[in-house]
């Protein structure tokens, strides 16, 4: 069964930036508790699993293929998508290929001239 522990003295909550407490109101709104589910680990052949409870997957996104982490004693699980995969590999490749220009010339403003100093 699922237990829930309230730490109400540092307003965590899951799945938000740690510098945000409880009660911001810029789409942060959640709860104030952070919630502690208990599981057990499940026979799939030779390996065990877990069964993510469907809130959890929607909170987290979390869909078909995850990445797994062994950090210290605890298994991280995310989203194996990465919005930025590959990036450096393509900048990589426009450099070498000297199509990593500027599209349009730098253009000096008046505070270019006068107040800046190089």
């Not at 057990?40 to 409870?53: K, Q």
Request: aromatic share 6%.
């Amino acid at each position: 069964m699922a237990e829930a522990k309230a730490a109400p003295e540092d307003g965590c909550r899951l799945n938000s930036p740690p510098h945000k407490k409880a009660g911001d109101v810029d789409g942060f709104l959640q709860s104030n508790y952070n919630v502690i589910m208990k599981a057990s680990l499940v026979a799939i052949g030779n390996s065990r699993g877990v069964r993510i409870p469907k809130a959890l997957l929607e909170q987290t996104g979390l869909q078909d293929e995850v990445e797994m982490e062994v950090q210290g004693s605890q298994i991280v699980i995310r989203s194996a998508h990465r919005e930025r995969e590959g990036w450096d590999e393509a900048f990589s490749r426009m450099a070498a290929n000297g199509d990593d220009a500027l599209l349009d010339a730098p253009v000096p403003t008046e505070w270019d001239q006068s107040e800046w100093e190089w």
